[in-house]
């Protein structure tokens, strides 16, 4: 089987989570197999190999699982973007609309080089707000967002159309 069919059978759909009438896609299945969890980071890190990176930027929480081994996968330093306040330094700070609420999101001021080519990791992208919003952090620090890295994607909410604005390199290991 392949491995897009082994993402979507581990996969586990939670109806009416966090609110009623969203299906929510929980990835966590998917750590209890080792094998599976090894071979999402060797997928994700081989497409991702060829490209110029310096930092790949992983979103709290579920962006953190992947994003960290892909960055020790391919040699390069991995930087958190974190709800605000659990960051201890000084940080960047954006707020930003979710489509049942609202965030806030920041990253430390020093975690990047200034003109650090940089890929934003994290499990889903549904709208793709918290995706932009890390793009905005990695602008305040001087970073260039060279691509977006998704474990799944939720087509029908056309994330993607929205970050088209800081590039056209999207990948997504399964989407829906």
Not at 12 to 32: A, E, H, N, Y
């Amino acid at each position: 089987m392949n491995l897009t069919k082994r993402i979507i059978n581990s996969i586990r759909d939670v109806p009416d989570f966090p609110k009623p009438g969203i299906l929510f896609k929980d990835i966590t299945p998917l750590l209890q197999d080792v094998q599976l969890s090894a071979d999402i980071t060797e997928a994700i890190a081989e497409y991702w190999k060829g490209y110029e990176l310096d930092a790949v930027v992983g979103i709290e929480s579920r962006g953190f699982i992947w994003g960290n081994a892909l960055a020790q996968k391919l040699h390069i330093p991995f930087v958190p973007v974190r709800k605000k306040g659990k960051l201890p330094a000084e940080t960047h700070s954006f707020a930003y609309d979710l489509e049942y609420g609202s965030a806030e999101v920041e990253m430390h001021k020093d975690a990047m080089i200034k003109g650090a080519r940089v890929l934003i990791h994290d499990d889903l992208l549904a709208t793709g707000g918290t995706a932009l919003a890390a793009a905005e952090l990695v602008k305040m620090a001087g970073g260039k967002v060279v691509g977006f890295s998704f474990l799944v994607e939720l087509s029908f909410l056309h994330g993607r159309d929205a970050l088209h604005k800081w590039c056209d390199k999207i990948h997504s290991l399964v989407t829906y």
